[in-house]
């Protein structure tokens, strides 16, 4: 139980385009979902806490309105990089909660901006 | 912004070794999370930590949670080729809905 999964698993995109990553709780309600990023070889930082329902809130630092964040149901949050540039290059993974204690997490979507 | 002090970095060790690593912060966390990432994946739950001063194992994984709340340390017995990863260190200062503080991985190499 308590999977998580991401979609697209990779995307490559051109510069300038927007993508849209997709995180479903499978098997459980996340009424909390977060979305991270990861450059290679360092740490996760989280950017964003969605909450069913209602407006995320951003880490100190990420872009609102280039990094939309819809949690618009109890198993599905998405998260749209708008205008994309080759510095937005990624692993971008989620986690989700049900209020307990452990956040699940996703197997991350790769993303690459030409 | 705010990430753990973990340490060591990077681990090259021989198989059958033990290893250890460290997290430490300025401030009071009152969860303390160990993950395993392999390349190209999400991270994985090994220990999780609810009490200052709890020790914790998980088959060859021990997780202790410091008594002042600031640090945890996890112990790997008797390493094997799997055990190769990046290891993360998080603290959490409420329960699963709050957001997670991630230390900077200590990546475990293994030589046969």
């Known amino acids: 139980g308590a999977v998580v999964s991401q979609h697209p698993s990779w995307v490559i995109c051109k510069s300038g385009t927007s993508v849209k990553i997709e995180c479903r709780s499978l098997?459980?309600?996340?009424?909390?979902m977060f979305w991270y990023r990861q450059f290679p070889k360092q740490s996760l930082m989280l950017m964003a806490t969605?909450?069913?329902?209602?407006?995320?809130?951003?880490e100190q630092g990420v872009e609102k309105d280039k990094f939309l964040i819809n949690h618009a149901s109890l198993t599905l949050s998405t998260l749209t990089v708008t205008s994309a540039h080759p510095e937005d290059s990624s692993f971008y993974i989620c986690?989700?909660?049900?209020?307990?204690?452990?956040?699940?997490f996703g197997p991350g979507t790769r993303l690459t901006v030409l | 912004g705010q990430q753990l002090n973990q340490s060591p970095q990077s681990m090259f060790i021989q198989e059958g070794e033990d290893v250890s690593m460290n997290c430490t912060s300025s401030s009071i966390f009152n969860t303390w999370l160990w993950y395993k990432q392999d390349p190209g994946e999400g991270p994985v739950l090994l220990i999780a930590l609810y009490k200052a001063g709890e020790l914790t194992s998980n088959g060859r994984l021990t997780a202790q949670f410091g008594i002042t709340r600031k640090d945890s340390f996890l112990n790997i017995s008797a390493s094997i080729p799997s055990d190769v990863g990046i290891y993360f260190c998080?603290?959490?200062?409420?329960?699963?809905?709050?957001?997670?503080?991630f230390g900077q991985g200590t990546r475990l190499t293994i030589n046969p």
């Open positions: 969605s909450n069913e329902g209602s407006k995320a809130t951003y």
């Open positions: 986690s989700a909660t049900d209020r307990g204690y452990e956040q699940f």
């Open positions: 998080a603290g959490q200062r409420g329960e699963g809905a709050q957001k997670l503080v």
């Open positions: 098997d459980f309600q996340a009424t909390t």
